[in-house]
């Protein structure tokens, strides 16, 4: 069973359309965040939530509007979709905070390519 | 701003050599360190977490972890082909639930 899985996997699109990722992990764990990996593999830290309420929200365009249903799903929503959002984008989970329980587990990401 | 920096290679290894891989961090007061390993197109994974100063071993993986210097390091013994990958260094950033990742280094072992 898939731990942390997020669809799309690989998501085309052309500039300005209003696309949706989704996410869902069975880990049982209570903290979810997003992640942006640029071409250089920098990962950087977009949006986090814990059980439902958001804990962290970095500087990011407010075209991206993270929902968390439940504890189990975070959701990620981009309005008027930009070239430069031309990303991976990983969805992640951790059992209350990571750096003490050791870390994330990933999804295995979307590839979002943006025409 | 809290930063982690890695060199990011490429470091080309031979096969059953040693590879040893350096991140440094800024924040003084970090407690927390992680290495990921990710391979082409795939997710991060996580391979090593070390809390103290000093050694840290798993296997054919050694983390280290100097405080005092501010570094950590991986070193994988007996390296194999399957290791080349990208290796992540991650740090406890100031709030809670959040790490602070560092570019990551390319490594490629050599045959």
């Known amino acids: 069973d898939t731990a942390v899985s997020q669809t799309p996997k690989y998501l085309v699109t052309q500039m300005g359309n209003d696309k949706s990722i989704k996410c869902e992990q069975n880990l049982g764990h209570d903290t979810m965040y997003w992640y942006k990996q640029d071409s250089k593999k920098f990962l950087k830290i977009m949006f986090s939530y814990n059980n439902k309420e958001l804990i962290i929200n970095e500087t990011v365009p407010n075209r991206f509007s993270p929902k968390s249903p439940d504890k189990a799903h975070l959701n990620l929503h981009i309005n008027s979709l930009e070239l430069g959002d031309s990303a991976v984008y990983f969805c992640a989970s951790s059992q209350a905070q990571p750096e003490i329980t050791g870390g994330y587990t990933f999804g295995s990401g979307t590839r979002l390519t943006v025409v | 701003q809290k930063e982690v920096e890695q060199n990011s290679g490429p470091l080309s290894v031979p096969e059953g050599a040693i590879a040893s891989l350096n991140c440094t961090y800024s924040?003084?007061?970090?407690?927390?360190f992680f290495w990921y390993r990710q391979y082409s197109g795939k997710s991060p994974e996580l391979i090593m977490s070390i809390y103290s100063n000093g050694d840290k071993e798993d296997g054919r993986f050694t983390a280290q972890l100097n405080k005092a210097s501010q570094y950590v390091s991986l070193l994988i013994r007996d390296s194999q082909p399957s290791d080349s990958a990208t290796y992540l260094c991650a740090v406890k950033g100031d709030s809670n639930y959040q790490l602070i990742w560092g570019a990551g280094t390319k490594l490629i072992i050599k045959p």
């Open positions: 924040d003084r007061g970090s407690q927390s």
